[in-house]
Nanobody, 126 residues
């Protein structure tokens, strides 16, 4: 079993910043692609940013158009963590932010599986 725990959400004024973190634990052989998604009330869950596994260096990073230039994604493979620095926040960024990881599970049958965290609320006031 693998668990993802997010932290760092909160209430911030427009223009402010937050740093979201996601820590994975459990039967992990390798963390493949990791990323953040968000879901606002009445909307579907959407990709914010994701990063592939790059070994000793960062893998490829994809950002949603809404995140480019304002959000920065990074990962620490040694600690099975992924961080999302969110700057210049706008009220439209308000949503529950979810961490997602593609994990090679360290127990038979050693499958590559997707896991989600419980989410962390980000609220941006105008």
């Amino acid at each position: 079993q693998v668990q993802l725990v997010e932290s760092g959400g909160g209430l911030v004024q427009a223009g402010g910043s937050l740093r979201l973190s996601c820590v994975a634990s459990g039967s992990i052989w390798l963390m493949s692609t990791m990323g953040w998604y968000r879901q606002a009330p009445g909307n579907e869950r959407e990709l914010v940013a994701r990063i592939s596994y790059g070994g000793t260096t960062d893998g490829n990073i994809d950002y949603a158009d809404s995140a480019k230039g304002r959000f920065t994604l990074s990962r620490n493979n040694a600690r099975d963590t992924v961080h999302l620095q969110v700057d210049s926040l706008k009220p439209d960024d308000s949503a529950v932010y979810y961490c997602k990881a593609e994990v090679l599970v360290a127990r038979p049958p050693f499958l590559l599986q997707d896991y989600w965290g419980q989410g962390t609320q980000v609220t941006v006031s105008s």
